[in-house]
């Protein structure tokens, strides 16, 4: 049964406000007095509301939207996405070698064989997605180069969704430097959303990372140790996007409450969640899935109208946080694999793919990626004993019934 948000148990509430430390609550300000003025990332001056603001990306010095188009679905028959999306001014691109089993970065191709001058104007980001080693690294370059028919990729991330630091490999680094010498692309950081402050806080160690793309939402951002990691970026002046900007849950329930709260006021949820990422400046563009003009035009709107949130709307979005603390999971998946059998460290992963059924609505994208784990270990989830992970899970999840579910939904 859906838990209301007034509701929550308060062995929960005090699990979260261990896990956050004193920061619980407090977010905002926690972020404001890190950002300092020093950025690698500050807006620049025009601000024409019907355009999104842009900043710049770091070292790389590229002047990117605020908001960017994160193109996880078939583009090839939704060209109109991105015509719409460049009227706003949202003009970087986030693909990947398998988004959309190639039709995303086909999409892009074929948008720019038929407009081939907007080249220039359009930042492609792309993916080694499932790549090993650097030889897998440059075919799975070569393969999205000749998709989207292009010489270049402006960042190109080498290893999509780094859980572990030890992927970022000298190998790795000699190759980023082969492949910007032959200018394929123009700058190289990978993407994450497991385990993400030690690898962001490893990326800051290594002059190497121009730019990567990490989880980041108004929940992520209440923690304390996150803020470290995005710090240590900033000052290394690595380039910082923001994705799973809505924080959307594993879990489905009922978010009439907030939801409404927020229309009241003028904004949507999505729109306030937008919002509330962009105020920390350290972060040069949110990266949100958008796949109909509706989506574009709603959080364009936010990206442009120059309004910050009211402290009571950041209020109420922390508030949120908390009370649906059990329902999200934030990736630490070092901690529940230490409690689980050597056999089973999927519990992250499966959490996210829950996150595509009920929040994103991407049924058939939850099912392909869950049924791409080992069909003997996935046999296995409904029948292993969680209670240990459970007890180690800094939110309080129900770890084995969302596995089981899982298996229910996904199979
Ligand atoms: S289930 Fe809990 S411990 Fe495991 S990754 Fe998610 S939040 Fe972290």
Redesign the pocket.
Known sequence: MTKPDTQISRKLFLKMAAYAGVALGTGSALIQAACGKKSGSEETADQDPTKVPRRVLGKTGASIPVLSHGIMYNLVENQIVIHNGLKWGIDMIDTSHIYAGGNSELGIGKFLAKNPEKRKDIFIVSKASKARTAAEVEERLQTSLQRMGTDYIDLYYGVHALSDPAALTDDLRKWAESAKKRKLIKHFGFSTH?NMAKCLKAAAKLDWIDALMTSYNFRLMQDPEMQEAIEACHKANIGLIAMKVMGVKSREEDDATIIKSFTSNGYTDSQAKIKYVLDDKRIASACVTMNSVEQITENANAAADGKKLSRADEERLEQYARATCGS??????????RALPAAAPY??DV?RYLMYYHGYGERAMARSLFREIPAGTRRRFARLDYTD?EK????G?P?GEMMSQAVRLLS
Not at 328 to 337: H, N, R, S, V
Not at 392 to 395: D, L
């Open positions: 497991q999200y999971c934030t990736g630490c998946a070092e901690i529940c694999d519990v992250a959490m992970a180690a899970c800094p939110r999840i770890i």
